[in-house]
């Protein structure tokens, strides 16, 4: 593919997938209502496990550049086998993400454009599937433009995050405020930090994009690093300014639309509608990203085997365009599906808890993949083995508790969805390790 990328594009494509104004809007109040007051702490802690999963990213993309990332780095770590599971857990935990962004892209832009529409699943979903197939038209021009329009979305979008978080504390804090709450159980506060995987998830995406990079090898891992470090930062002080005008109750009450609830907070219609844009603009780079990190993958799987081998083909512009159809395809038939939910809260809610424990999966898979891989090079024993094996056994503990409170309902769809890829995998493992 062509090398388009600099590292200032790897570092905004990687902020605007991690989407700050989309995740408060969408998982700032099931983190408040799990982690309470404590909330900005626990999403330190997910950050902090992050950032040593993205310090291994890093070291990875190095050692081998690949679009396939996460994927490509189990197959070499552990085989063919283990590499075409990790291959199912990213689509299960991505290809969902793609209608999780372009639902909620529906509904902010008929609460703009017809507020009676707006709580209409039905046209939620017709609405974010025209977000889905013009995410994908643009991507099937070019990485480059798509690239620039993130560029110049995530910047309103920080812009515009931190003129509401400078209103929020300037503001007088409510009686009552969430900030001022008592703290959470502690099984609570890991529900926070599981939730905050979802929040935080996007930085991933620079490393998908490394055969495109007109950087060093290094290049991507510090665009991922960058873009998460820059966003945990806005989170957190969006985060801290926003409990002190809400309480818990309300944040309880608005688990779909924090954002909304904070800008009638602090009062006016005209906050309302600021909000109302800037999740939209954030969505509509998530939508973008989230896109660019699938299709990116799936060539990759389907050039080693794993997927159909039309898949990892390119087209005369040295596009994945195949992989780009299809994502485009997919992405519009979930996001129409979603349509017949009774509602898109349900909808949002039954995505977000599962994807947060594939997701989690997926990164301590690739945590393990570093340590497996750089066991024995001494220059990466930090990097490589030490930090990665932490955030590996931190995942694993937080995901085991997430898991075993989780409802019955969602515990056996977490079960079911794992086990399918098994077979899956070993079908698929043993087809690409042929085709190698």
């Given at each position: 593919m062509r090398r388009v990328l600099g590292i200032g594009d790897l570092l905004l494509i990687a902020a605007a997938s991690i989407a700050p104004a989309f995740s408060l809007a969408t998982t700032f109040g099931p983190m408040v209502d799990a982690g309470g007051s404590a909330t900005p702490a626990a999403l330190l802690l997910v950050t902090a496990i992050m950032a040593a999963v993205a310090v291994a990213y890093r070291r990875l993309g190095m050692r081998s550049p690949n679009a396939g990332s996460a994927y490509t780095w189990v197959r070499e770590a552990f085989g063919p086998a283990l590499g075409a599971y990790a291959a199912w857990v990213l689509i299960v935990a991505n290809v969902f993400a793609t209608v999780a962004t372009a639902v909620p892209a529906g509904a902010y832009t008929l609460a703009l454009v017809a507020p009676a529409l707006a709580a209409s699943p039905a046209a939620d979903a017709l609405?974010?599937?025209?977000?889905?197939?013009?995410?994908?038209?643009?991507?099937?021009?070019?990485?480059?433009?798509?690239?620039?329009?993130?560029?110049?979305?995530?910047?309103?979008?920080?812009?515009?995050?931190?003129?509401?978080?400078?209103?929020?504390?300037?503001?007088?804090?409510?009686?009552?405020?969430?900030?001022?709450?008592?703290?959470?159980?502690?099984?609570?506060?890991i529900g926070a930090v599981v939730i905050g995987i979802w929040m935080i998830d996007g930085w991933e995406v620079s490393a998908s994009t490394a055969e495109e990079a007109n950087t060093s090898a290094a290049?991507?891992?510090?665009?991922?690093?960058?873009?998460?470090?820059?966003?945990?930062?806005?989170?957190?002080?969006c985060m801290t300014a926003f409990l002190r005008v809400g309480t818990l109750d309300g944040f309880s009450a608005h688990e779909g639309d924090a954002m909304a609830f904070v800008a009638a907070g602090l009062g006016g219609p005209a906050w309302r509608l600021v909000v109302t844009v800037t999740v939209l603009v954030s969505l509509a780079a998530a939508l973008q990203t989230t896109l660019v990190y699938l299709t990116r993958s799936f060539y990759a799987m389907g050039r080693d085997g794993v997927l159909p081998f039309a898949l990892g083909a390119l087209d005369r512009r040295a596009q994945p365009a195949a992989a780009?159809?299809?994502?485009?395809?997919?992405?519009?038939?979930?996001?129409?599906?979603?349509?017949?939910?009774?509602?898109?809260?349900?909808?949002?809610?039954?995505?977000?808890?599962?994807?947060?424990?594939?997701?989690?999966?997926?990164?301590?898979?690739?945590?393990?993949?570093?340590?497996?891989?750089?066991?024995?090079?001494?220059?990466?024993?930090?990097d490589g083995v030490v930090l990665p094996g932490l955030a590996a056994a931190a995942l694993a503990v937080l995901l085991a508790i997430s898991i075993w409170r989780a409802d019955p309902p969602t515990r056996w769809l977490l079960f079911g969805a794992a086990a399918a890829g098994v077979p899956l995998a070993a079908w698929r493992g043993r087809a690409a390790a042929e085709f190698v």
């Open positions: 609405v974010g599937t025209g977000w889905v197939l013009g995410a994908g038209g643009l991507l099937l021009v070019g990485l480059q433009p798509t690239s620039r329009l993130t560029n110049a979305l995530v910047l309103i979008e920080f812009a515009i995050l931190a003129a509401t978080a400078v209103a929020a504390w300037l503001h007088p804090p409510v009686a009552a405020a969430a900030a001022t709450a008592l703290p959470p159980s502690a099984a609570g506060w290049g991507p891992g510090f665009g991922g690093l960058g873009g998460l470090a820059i966003s945990a930062a806005v989170l957190w002080v780009i159809v299809l994502l485009t395809g997919l992405g519009a038939l979930g996001t129409l599906g979603s349509g017949l939910s009774p509602s898109l809260r349900s909808a949002f809610g039954f995505i977000l808890s599962g994807t947060s424990v594939f997701l989690g999966v997926l990164f301590g898979l690739s945590a393990l993949a570093a340590v497996r891989l750089f066991a024995r090079d001494r220059s990466a024993r930090w």
